[in-house]
């Protein structure tokens, strides 16, 4: 299987996903949104940390 094949799989697994369990699906990209601003945060505050 090639790049391109393995692309089309996981698009029509994550179609699949979306489709038989929504809810589910938006606790993990809520909790992914999350997990990205507690990064950002963690980032600034190292940030801030190396000006003082």
């Not at 299987?1 to 996981?10: C, D, P």
């Not at 979306?18 to 963690?42: H, I, K, Y």
């Amino acid at each position: 299987m090639n790049k391109k094949h393995l692309r089309y799989v996981g698009i029509a697994f994550l179609a699949f996903y979306l489709l038989s369990s929504p809810r589910d699906a938006a606790a993990v990209v809520n909790n992914a949104f999350a997990q990205l601003g507690e990064a950002g945060n963690q980032i600034a505050a190292f940030v801030n940390a190396l000006g003082t």
